[in-house]
């Protein structure tokens, strides 16, 4: 997993979900971290849209629960 | 302040984007529940705005589909009017109705029945009268949003299958800077002068150079983009804005340039003030201020010139020094798009801003005409006439720009917006008192304000226009307001000065019409007292 996509990645879910960036891993996702509920999946997803300019479509949106699926959609 | 958020979608995500505001943001799909219920979150006392951002689309649910009526959003309007008359003291934002560009009919749509577009334009035909009657009531028009950037930039439709979440992050940030940059215009906390420069701005090439006729400025190519700029400074200049140059040249070419070049839009009268010649620009802007005694924090400063802005900002910094855009023919749309929203936004424009210019380039002749005579010789050759209005309704949108606006003859410098002010006319307690004036040069409009709290004896608010500062109106003023407390039977009247960092030159005006000061608390307030005569 390339360093720079995770970091951003990384980045991206402590924002939308307020919480510090050392608390996510690759691993991290909505079973295993608190705040990361059905609306936090929504900020992620468009504080996602918003850093890379890039609107994700509906499956994304519904299969890509974890930092690490996350990850894969970086363009 | 503290705002409470309302949709009939999911509009969490715009509450990162409202910071540093105090939102809550309501239960899901609460919009009609909260605005028709009693005791609702919306009706709590401590919320002062209601921001209400409904998606059109899924207020007109089947009707959308041309199945059923539209019924629910008319009565969506009903609830809307209801709430705004019931909470007179609350601000409410509400978008305009935008429904999205699918359309069942195609291109059926202009002329059926059923047509969408036409629907549209009533439900907001009715919102804008709702609003018209309702001044707590303000309305953003959320199609332009979807003009310039369009719904493909603008709304998302896999969030919205995912989670109810109508708009990409694109359309948020637009969303929260829209309620801003209209609450800031609501309050008046625009700017009010814009400073130009000339050489590449108003016109192309170097007037020093090529002559005031021989400037690119015309009706062709780049010319007619640097007119189409001036065409739009004008309009700008019409809603209430001053404008100014400050530019290196020969003050010669440039007077030449702006009263015999054929092609100039904007002419010598149009300007507040010119100064054109050799001098660092932050000096010259300073004495804008000084000449139109305006503050440096109201000003903008457009400049083509990079080290000219830099040079600016590092020597004002409270004057705002927006981005030239890199192309002369985006200058139009850059300055109806950009400029105007973030600096000179306004809600409401009244007779007073069209003729603002005007009054300010009057006050300059004045100026003249002072330096030639004695004060009461020069009161008496200005032909001063003065109408005090008591309690004119019509009047309240331009009190409530006085209270907001004026800083430095103002006595307390209460800020009241105008549902306060129908308070106050509405109440027998209260008594606004507007005057206007004119002289020989011109029509100034109102110019000066006061509030009286008769149950108290107390004059709540006092303030005068700095344009008509000297002239004695205020004089005036208060001698209707202590005549309005002696009809109401009172025996003396209480006055304050509440210091604050631009009033001082109004700290003796008690004391310098008969008033006696009474206690003066540790923050420099002091409390003056009356006797009224009985007649």
């Known amino acids: ?75 | 302040m503290k705002f409470l958020l309302l949709s009939n979608v999911n509009v969490q995500p715009l509450l990162a984007h409202l910071q540093p505001l105090e939102v809550n943001c309501g239960a899901y799909n609460s919009l009609l529940a909260d605005l028709s219920t009693a005791n609702s979150p919306a009706t709590a006392a401590d919320i002062t705005h209601v921001l209400c951002l409904f998606d059109a689309d899924t207020m007109m649910g089947d009707a959308r589909y041309g199945i059923g009526t539209f019924e629910q959003c008319n009565m969506f309007l009903a609830t809307l009017s209801g709430f705004c008359s019931r909470h007179p003291e609350k601000v409410v934002v509400i978008n305009s109705f935008c429904l999205s560009a699918s359309r069942q009919l195609g291109y059926a749509d202009v002329t059926h029945p059923n047509s969408l577009r036409s629907i549209e334009a009533s439900l907001n035909e009715e919102l804008i009268s709702i609003a018209k009657a309702r001044s707590n009531l303000l309305v953003f028009d959320m199609e332009l949003l979807f003009r310039r950037y369009g719904e493909k930039v603008l709304l998302s439709n896999g969030l919205w299958y995912a989670g109810r979440v109508r708009y990409t992050a694109r359309m948020f940030e637009l969303l929260a800077s829209t309620i801003r940059q209209m609450l800031a215009a609501y309050t008046h906390q625009s700017r009010k002068v814009l400073i130009l420069d000339l050489d590449n701005t108003l016109w192309g090439d170097l007037v020093g150079e090529v002559g005031p006729n021989g400037v690119t400025l015309g009706e062709e190519g780049a010319g007619r983009c640097y007119r189409d700029f001036q065409r739009a400074l004008k309009a700008l200049q019409k809603t209430g804005v001053l404008l100014a140059i400050t530019s290196k040249n020969e003050e010669a070419d440039v007077y030449e340039a702006l009263d015999t070049n054929p092609m100039m839009i904007l002419r010598r009268e149009d300007f507040a003030a010119i100064y054109a010649d050799w001098q660092p620009k932050a000096e010259n802007i300073i004495k804008i201020a000084e000449a139109l005694n305006l503050g440096t924090d109201s000003f903008v400063f457009i400049d083509d010139n990079p080290v000219e802005r830099a040079a600016i900002r590092k020597f004002l910094p409270e004057v705002a020094v927006p981005e030239f855009p890199d192309r002369i023919e985006n200058l139009q749309t850059w300055l109806f798009g950009e400029v105007m929203p973030a600096h000179f936004g306004k809600y409401s424009i009244t007779a007073e801003d069209a003729a603002k210019t005007e009054q300010y380039r009057a006050n300059a002749a004045r100026q003249k005409l002072a330096a030639s005579f004695d004060l009461d010789g020069y009161l008496r050759e200005l032909n001063i006439e003065c109408n005090i209005h008591v309690n004119a309704a019509g009047q309240l949108t331009r009190a409530a720009q006085m209270t907001q606006k004026t800083n430095q003859f103002n006595l307390t410098t209460r800020r009241y917006d105008v549902t306060d002010l129908e308070r106050f006319v509405k109440s027998a307690e209260h008594a606004v008192l507007m005057l206007d004036y004119r002289d020989r040069f011109g029509d100034e409009g109102s110019v000066a304000l006061a509030i009286v709290d008769l149950a108290g004896g107390r004059i709540d608010t006092f303030l005068t226009s700095c344009r008509v500062i000297g002239r004695k109106v205020e004089t005036r003023l208060l001698e209707k307001a202590i005549e309005l407390c002696r009809d109401r039977g009172l025996q003396k009247v209480i006055g304050e000065y509440i210091p604050s960092r631009k009033n001082k030159m109004a700290a003796s005006f008690y004391e310098n019409h008969g008033f006696k000061p009474l206690f003066k608390s540790a923050d420099g307030r002091v409390t003056y007292e009356k006797s009224i005569d009985a007649r």
């Open chain 1, 1 to 75: 997993m390339p360093d720079k996509k995770l970091r951003a990645v990384i980045e991206i879910v402590a924002k939308a979900l307020d919480i510090s960036a050392d608390e996510l891993s690759p691993e991290s996702s909505m079973e295993n971290t608190p705040l990361w509920d059905s609306m936090g999946h929504l900020t992620i997803c468009l504080e996602f849209e918003r850093r890379f300019g890039k609107s994700l479509d509906l499956d994304q949106i519904t299969m890509a629960s974890s930092v690490r699926d996350l990850v894969a959609l970086v363009p």
